[in-house]
């Protein structure tokens, strides 16, 4: 527990001078300090641990600094938190929600890192603590933790907010993670995983396959696990086998690689008619979204990928970006490498500062539709094979894909 309550907010009325030889504190109470310290006594029921209900001079000065300061801090924690601790303490869960088994301090704090959030292996020891106490999580194993389905329901319902722009940074990060190399053909490529019922995987592969026949797909190239193994990062539960899908987002990180900047605007439907790219009819703008519009579109039933695929004219999914005009030469020499290696997922390249399929595009910069990676996934739902998908989900190394026609 933090000896110093220097930056703790009840200080501006309770001031900590200093220990005294026997190891307790002597205490400068200003005005309102005690009835203060009793408000968090109170809200924090501290009956039967040992700390009276109230205090006073006298009871005040025979707890330690580090008793006395861990029930203030539990009572701000609890009943007065800051945006900044929810904030550490939803990324925390959402590290949680994306493990299968028990994490422990240490490994949190190194994900945590991957969500931009410094924590030390102390201070997320800390929070799981008081998260244990509020249901949020549980102990499992010797120092693992679990989220419970209270935490679940925290982390989809908390800090909305924070959720806008969720997709956009998860396309930067992936991107970023993207280490794929052009010329061996080795690295790690970012993936879509979706979970299918083992009974149904069968059939959900046969409601795929004209979707990468025909194409409308990044890659042919796919992961499978079942339940208890991994996907890049993700375990597969019990009872389900995991299907990884190339995502589009494999662009966006090669050409970063490559020196070209992409500017992912986001993600539609888009209308397909003998066989070819016609307009958007609907649009999800990454930044302004706290959801993947990938998995939206796909549970709301909007898309007609199958039909695209046996006759030519359907709804498919589809992603919009921009680059600068100069980039272009660029860009296509990596496009045509990608598509090497059997990936891509490139769709129409506009020209410089032109529409593309009805969507304005800024000055000296190139538009650029990508095929979505969940577009086979789509198709299996159409067919009722209900998927729980992971779009921009983890990174795969490239050579433990196998071709579709080989599951």
């Given amino acids: 527990m933090p000896n110093s309550a220097a930056r703790a907010p009840f200080t501006a009325r309770l001031t900590v001078l200093a220990p005294v030889p026997d190891g307790l504190i002597h205490h400068n109470l200003l005005s309102g300090g005690l009835p203060y310290l009793n408000n968090i006594c109170t809200i924090s029921k501290t009956h039967g641990s040992g700390i009276p209900t109230t205090f006073d001079k006298t009871t005040l000065s025979v707890y330690s600094r580090k008793t006395v300061t861990y029930y ?3 009572g701000l924690m609890t009943n007065f938190e800051t945006q900044d601790v929810k904030r550490k303490v939803l990324s925390i869960l959402k590290v949680l929600s994306d493990s299968q088994e028990p994490l422990g301090a240490r490994v949190i704090a190194r994900r945590l890192k991957d969500h931009g959030v410094e924590l030390g292996e102390r201070a997320v020891r800390y929070h799981l603590k008081l998260m244990d106490e509020r249901g949020l999580t549980r102990a499992a194993g010797r120092d693992g933790r679990l989220i419970t ?7 989809k319902d908390a800090l909305v ?21 052009l010329d061996k053909r080795i690295g ?6 979706s979970l ?15 979707a990468f026949t025909e194409g409308l797909c990044v890659s042919h190239l796919v992961g499978i696990a079942k339940g208890g193994e991994k996907l890049g990062e993700s375990t597969i539960p019990p009872g389900k086998i995991g299907l990884a899908t190339v995502c589009s987002i ?25 066989r070819r790219p016609l307009r958007f009819i609907e649009l999800i ?36 970006r921009e680059i600068p005009a100069l980039c272009r030469p660029i860009a296509e020499e990596v496009v045509a490498k990608l598509e090497e290696a059997s990936l891509g997922g490139l769709l129409l390249m506009g020209n410089t500062s032109e529409p593309v399929c009805e969507i304005p595009v800024e000055l000296n910069r190139v538009g650029i539709i990508l095929l979505g990676g969940l577009n086979p996934v789509a198709a299996a739902e159409e067919a009722g094979i209900e998927a729980e998908n992971h779009a921009m989900s983890t990174v795969m190394e490239y050579q433990n894909l196998i071709k579709f026609w080989e599951l």
Wanted: charged share 25%.
């Fill in 161 to 181: 907010r924070d959720k806008v722009g969720f997709a956009i940074y998860r396309i930067e990060l992936l991107a970023f993670r993207t280490n794929f190399d």
């Fill in 250 to 274: 494999v662009v966006n990180g090669i050409l970063l690689k490559a020196g070209v900047p992409m500017d992912s605007r986001f993600g539609g439907i888009l209308q397909i008619r003998n």
């Fill in 149 to 155: 389905e209270a935490g679940i329901d925290e982390l």
């Fill in 196 to 210: 299918f019922p083992e009974k149904k995987f069968s059939k959900a592969l046969r409601a795929m396959e004209p």
């Fill in 72 to 74: 203030l801090i539990r």
């Fill in 285 to 320: 703008h990454y930044a302004g979204s706290s959801l993947d519009p990938s998995e939206v579109f796909i549970r709301a039933g909007m898309t007609s990928v199958r039909e695209a695929a046996t006759s030519g004219r359907g709804k498919i999914l589809a992603n919009f």
């Fill in 188 to 193: 790690s490529i970012p993936v879509n995983v």
